[in-house]
């Protein structure tokens, strides 16, 4: 038996089945048995989005990876609100990864509910319309006599009334309606409401599960111990200290490094340790932060490959006698998510079965199956509980080494990394390297920008296959497109690969193009002697849905009221990922550190489906960039990251921790993102109001102790 009173046999089905319920089927408490048991045969499952059973209990699947961004919540809403659900009778279970049965099931760039939206109202609409019909023939009346509410279908004119499971049976010989009636969203009745995410009491109470918490029969723990300098391999290793340690099993090499194997986590750590190993630190072994700040300010006076061009820069620039230049940079930055990265896999002749929190599971099942050299559909991907994932957990190396430490080993293998594994072996944010100028004309309207982006690119790193002609414009988010109206300007990019390994953190480039330039804009502002709000609402006649944001926030965060001595506003604002974000922070000097009292965020993301998940979306996006604004710097010498565990690499505190006040403005346009469009606003906000309070102009990042 299992501690927590599942046997072998019941766990074994539990974890490994591929129908409903694999997220649900890591919590071990006896309340699985319930919620693992076969849909009862009578149940009305419409498509792969829902199903009823006879006692009416809806259990909707979600294709999405939970992080604690709500997508247990949110998408259950959308389905439940055109099915007219009792929310009180939701079930959830994760979808198990498939190649294309669910469409993507990647979990990144902000993309989960607008990606969704149509298909998940039409799921729940679809149903609706079919037991609606099956309850019109019980009762042998006109269908348009009848509607769905709060999990019944009523008949207007008696008042009869039959639950859901009631018609479960019936339903499911209808056909399916090809086009069902959608609801208005003004008509929309939990969707747009305070919903508590149904995750939130297991999380709280710490009965949830993460593939960190998991086992299976006969499984080892592994460590891998890897060359700390970027690209290097081991070139010779010694194992017996290292199976000389109590409880240590195997010693296996992988193209990755060298795997350790033990009964127990701590043996696994105390192998590694004991471990005998020489590297080959291969070309890089000399790479540091000054050498790679020396190539990106080398590599800025070069060509760059235009992004985007509007007007006659040049001859903006030879007109106007009013015009500044400006050198930003930003630095490296680790994820270093809560829960390091971890995979429990199991290789087995002609088949794989792996447990991970990934935000790209259908990603991880396909380099699983080319590792192996198997069909896709011979590996199964159980999709945890992510205890924090902001872009890392979209690339699945560590799954690929769990995935070869499990197959050279011959048992499943639940690899485990420390934290210092998952801060020096990490895909940093890239640091990057910014050259602008501006001009504005006599009566202080903005008339000329350049600004050129050098930086590494995530893309051409990964897949060079991708860059045409030296320009990812993706690594220009939000330096291009800019929703004002410049009638010249110019934005070219430098790439700038290195050995450093670099992925997609939280909003990814707009994290920092998005300070460059609403800060330099706070710099023309003061140069044409003009109001930092009023500078920029002159210029966004274009995009009225950002023009009311950032009236709005103004409005809302009291822009024009006084405030104490020492004390600074800044504004700033972006359009990212489907969204709009307008943000005030408001900041002073305390002992020469930055602190920050109060941000005011307001956004537009179409409709808000969950106001308080999106708010605690907001919030959480308040406070990684405060990370990054306050503290956050990766550095490297010798070819190795120098920071290894949060004593030097910190955290925000919740001491730290600004007053955060979220304003939704619904437009009912199309929905865009909202995990990662407030984060981009948070660092110029706070530096331009950190300029409003004392004067100084800070160009990098972190910010440095100023007195």
């Not at 809806?58 to 247990?72: C, L, R």
Request: proline share 7%; aromatic share 6%; net charge positive.
């Amino acid at each position: 038996m299992t501690r927590a009173g599942v046997n072998r046999r019941d766990f074994i089905k539990i974890v490994s089945g591929t129908g409903a319920g694999l997220v649900l089927g890591f919590y071990l408490p006896p309340k699985a048995r319930e919620l693992f048991a076969e849909p009862l045969p009578s149940s009305f499952a419409p498509n792969v989005w829902l199903r009823i059973d006879p006692r009416g209990t809806v259990t909707i699947t979600v294709a999405k990876s939970e992080m604690g961004q709500g997508a247990h919540t949110y998408f259950p809403l959308i389905v439940a609100e055109e099915l007219e659900a009792d929310w009180q009778a939701i079930k959830v279970e994760q979808a198990p990864t498939h190649p294309d049965r669910y469409g993507s099931q990647s979990t990144g760039g902000s993309t989960g509910v607008r990606t969704s939206w149509d298909k998940l109202r039409l799921a729940g609409a679809t149903a609706r319309e079919m037991l609606i019909s099956a309850a019109a023939q019980k009762w042998q009346v006109d269908r348009s006599a009848c509607y769905a509410e709060k999990g019944k279908v009523r008949h207007r004119s008696t008042g009869r009334a039959l639950d859901f499971g009631a018609l479960t049976e019936a339903a499911a010989k209808l056909s399916v309606p090809e086009k069902p009636p959608l609801k208005d969203p003004r008509d929309f009745k939990i969707v747009g409401t305070w919903v508590p995410q149904l995750g939130t009491p297991d999380r709280s109470s710490g009965r949830a599960i993460f593939a960190s918490d998991l086992k299976v029969p006969g499984m080892l723990y592994a460590t891998l111990a890897r060359c700390p300098v970027f690209g290097g391999k081991a070139a010779s290793f010694a194992a017996a200290k290292a199976q000389a340690v109590p409880g240590v099993k195997k010693v296996v090499a992988i193209d990755g490094g060298i795997a350790v194997l033990a009964d127990s986590t701590w043996a696994s750590l105390k192998g590694r340790e004991a471990l005998e190993v020489k590297w080959d630190e291969g070309p890089s072994a000399a790479l540091s932060s000054a050498s790679l700040s020396r190539l990106f300010a080398e590599m800025a006076g070069g060509k760059g490959a235009v992004g985007q061009k509007e007007g006659d820069v040049d001859k903006a620039f030879a007109e106007s006698g009013n015009k500044i230049e400006a050198l930003y940079e930003m630095p490296f930055i680790s994820h270093s998510p809560l829960e390091p990265m971890n995979c429990l896999a199991d290789v087995r002749a002609g088949s794989c079965e792996i447990w991970v929190g990934s935000q790209n599971p259908q990603a991880a099942q396909t380099s699983a199956a080319n590792i192996l050299k198997i069909p896709k559909e011979k590996v199964a991907v159980h999709v945890s509980l992510l205890g924090g994932g902001f872009g890392r957990r979209l690339v699945n190396d560590f799954v690929d080494e769990a995935v070869k430490i499990s197959q050279t080993a011959g048992v499943p293998v639940k690899l485990l990394w420390t934290r210092e594994d998952d801060m020096q072996h990490d895909l940093y944010r890239p640091a990057s390297r910014h050259v602008l100028s501006g001009a504005v004309d006599r009566s202080g309207k903005l008339l000329g920008w350049k600004h050129r982006v050098v930086a590494p690119s995530i893309t051409g790193q990964r897949e060079p296959g991708r860059i045409v002609g030296g320009l990812d414009k993706s690594a220009l988010n939000c330096a291009i497109d800019m929703p004002y109206a410049i009638p010249h300007l110019l934005v070219d990019y430098v790439m700038a690969n290195t050995a450093v390994p670099i992925g997609a953190w939280r909003s990814v480039y707009a994290s920092q193009n998005v300070f460059v330039v609403e800060s330099f804009l706070d710099e023309l502002a003061h140069l044409a002697k003009k109001d930092p709000v009023a500078f920029r609402l002159e210029m966004l006649d274009k995009t009225p849905r950002m023009k009311r944001l950032v009236e709005t926030v103004a409005e809302k965060s009291g822009w024009r009221q006084k405030l104490p001595p020492g004390h600074g506003r800044g504004v700033a604002c972006s359009f990212c990922f489907g969204s709009y974000a307008a943000e005030v922070a408001e900041v002073s000097l305390e002992k020469g550190r930055v602190r920050v009292h109060k941000i005011d965020v307001a956004v537009d993301c179409g409709l808000g489906v969950a106001p308080n998940t999106l708010e605690a979306q907001v919030e959480g996006a308040v406070a990684l960039a405060l990370t990054a604004v306050l503290k956050g710097e990766i550095t490297f010498a010798n070819g190795r990251t120098e920071q290894g565990n949060f004593d030097a690499y910190p955290l925000l505190t919740i001491e730290e921790m600004p007053q955060v006040a979220v304003h939704i403005v619904n437009s009912y346009e199309p929905l865009g993102g909202i995990g990662e469009p407030p984060l981009p606003p948070v660092a110029p906000a706070v530096g331009n109001a950190l300029f409003a309070a004392t004067g100084k102009r800070v160009r990098r990042l972190p910010l440095p102790k100023l007195i």
